[in-house]
């Protein structure tokens, strides 16, 4: 059996920023049986940085450490955990960049179908502005 500990997992996520919010669905998947996991007596920082309200501050928070057994079921649950950490965020909008799209917190292909949609719509509005001006100045030189 191979044994590891939460912290070394807790670096392999792809968005630190989540460390906490992955504690804690660790913790809960031990708590249910998912995985087989213990308390050390030990306790390490977590990488994500937190900031104080009003302030420019930031701090970081300890957790208790555990050991828990490393198994492809637990492999998979990691994959499928580290996933949805890493896309699903509530709060503001991810602003669109080349980092973000690599490590999956923005859809391309939601950003292709968004760009198309915009500039089709553009390009009718432009279409349509383009006949308005058209049967004016027509008008005009009818009369």
């Known amino acids: 059996m191979a044994y590891k500990k939460l912290s070394e997992q807790v670096m392999e996520l792809s968005n630190p920023q989540r460390s906490d919010t992955f504690v804690k669905l660790f ?38 450490e555990m050991i828990f057994d490393h198994t492809p079921d ?7 955990t580290n996933r949805e950490l890493a896309a699903a965020r509530r709060g503001g909008n991810i602003k669109p960049s080349m980092e973000a799209v690599e490590s999956g917190l923005v859809d391309f292909q939601t950003m292709v179908e968004e760009t198309r949609r915009k500039m089709q719509a553009s390009f009718e509005k432009g279409q349509a502005l383009g006949k308005g001006r058209a049967k004016a100045t027509s008008g005009k030189k009818k009369k």
């Open 27 to 64: 913790q809960e998947a031990v708590r249910s049986g998912k995985i087989d996991g213990a308390y050390l007596p030990e306790r390490f920082t977590m990488p994500k940085q937190f900031t104080r309200r009003g302030s420019t501050d930031t701090y970081q928070r300890d957790t208790r």
């Open 74 to 80: 637990f492999e998979a649950w990691f994959d499928e």
